[in-house]
């Protein structure tokens, strides 16, 4: 159940249903948040990142409907969910790169937890005004974070998922070193470029 909640495709569903396009085909070609942003606008990307948010979240907490309500199952089920999202059953094993979903988990684990890393994540974003870069920053803050907070089976998930998703996001980290990245059209950088291209 997890990781069918978890390979829900919902960028590509947005984007078929309601606007008949496939978000693959355009941006980036991924099946994500951001892509969906790009491509859709900032409606239907809020959309999909509060539904792959919660798809994390509704993952971790199938185990209370089995009263198994343990750190470890909700970890474990949330995990599983972030592998559907990655490699959904529906779109060829092909789908996004764990950010969004991964950030569910927490949201069921410890909300104070979520709440402090959705802090960290959007500061770092209105800086970098580039999803990727803050991605790549924020993860391993996150397992800093876990580590303060005392916790160890969630500061060891969160190096894994830090991993997974440093992986992941390799085709951008290439992108990020020769100054191709798009950035959003949102925050610091982007504010600051913007005056550059007007002088």
Request: proline residues 3%.
């Amino acid at each position: 159940m997890a990781y069918i909640i978890g390979s829900f495709p919902t960028g590509v569903m947005i984007g078929k249903v309601f606007f008949q396009k496939d978000i693959r085909d355009y941006g980036s070609g991924n099946t994500g948040t951001t892509n969906t942003y790009r491509v859709l606008g900032f409606i239907p990307g809020t959309v999909v990142l509060v539904i792959d948010i919660l798809k994390g979240t509704l993952a971790g907490l199938l185990p209370v409907l089995f009263y198994q309500n343990t750190h470890f199952f909700v970890l474990l089920f949330g995990v599983i969910a972030v592998i559907g999202h990655c490699f959904p059953i529906f779109l060829k094993f092909k789908g996004g790169k764990a950010v969004a979903t991964s950030a569910g988990i927490s949201l069921a684990y410890d909300w104070h937890f979520f709440v402090l890393s959705a802090i960290i994540f959007t500061i770092i974003l209105w800086l970098t005004s580039t999803v990727s870069l803050t991605s790549i920053i924020s993860f391993p803050l996150f397992t800093l974070e876990a580590l303060l907070f005392h916790d160890w089976l969630l500061a060891t998930i969160a190096a894994l998922i830090t991993v997974f998703v440093i992986y992941r996001h390799k085709a951008n980290i290439q992108r990020l070193l020769n100054g191709t990245e798009e950035p959003l059209h949102f925050g610091l950088r982007y504010k600051i470029n913007a005056k550059k291209s007007h002088k």
